[in-house]
């Protein structure tokens, strides 16, 4: 069984920074599409960015030029390191897994528990 575990969200100021980590466990072969959505209160969840296993990313218009995803397939991590930050950016953000294959085939679309992000001062 798959599972996502996000880390390090929190609350900052305007202007901070914060990064977020999401491991991947399991017996757990390769996984095509990592990514990070968010949902802030009463928004349905969004998609932030996402990056392949061929290190194809893409961003919401929103976090561009602000944001970046990486990751480490050793590992089975993914990181999104935000700069700027905007009390807009306060939000549940949550670890998006597709297409992970392990040991019994090919899954889709699993998702962490998500961590709360807060910009305020």
């Known amino acids: 069984q798959v599972q996502l575990v996000e880390s390090g969200g929190g609350l900052v100021q305007p202007g901070g920074s914060l990064r977020l980590s999401c491991a991947a466990s399991?017996?757990?072969?390769?996984?095509?599409?990592m990514g990070w959505y968010r949902r802030a209160p009463g928004k349905q969840r969004e998609l932030v960015a996402t990056?392949?296993?061929?290190?194809?990313?893409n961003y919401a218009d929103s976090v561009k030029g602000r944001f970046t995803i990486s990751r480490d397939d050793a590992k089975n991590t993914v990181s999104l390191r935000m700069n700027s930050l905007r009390p807009e950016d306060t939000a549940v953000y949550y670890c998006?897994?597709?297409?992970?294959?392990?040991?019994?085939?090919?899954?889709?679309?699993?998702w962490g528990q998500g961590t709360q992000v807060t910009v305020s001062s």
């Open positions: 998006n897994a597709d297409r992970v294959r392990t040991n019994l085939g090919i899954g889709y679309d699993y």
């Open positions: 399991g017996n757990i072969f390769s996984i095509y599409t």
């Open positions: 990056i392949t296993s061929n290190s194809r990313t």
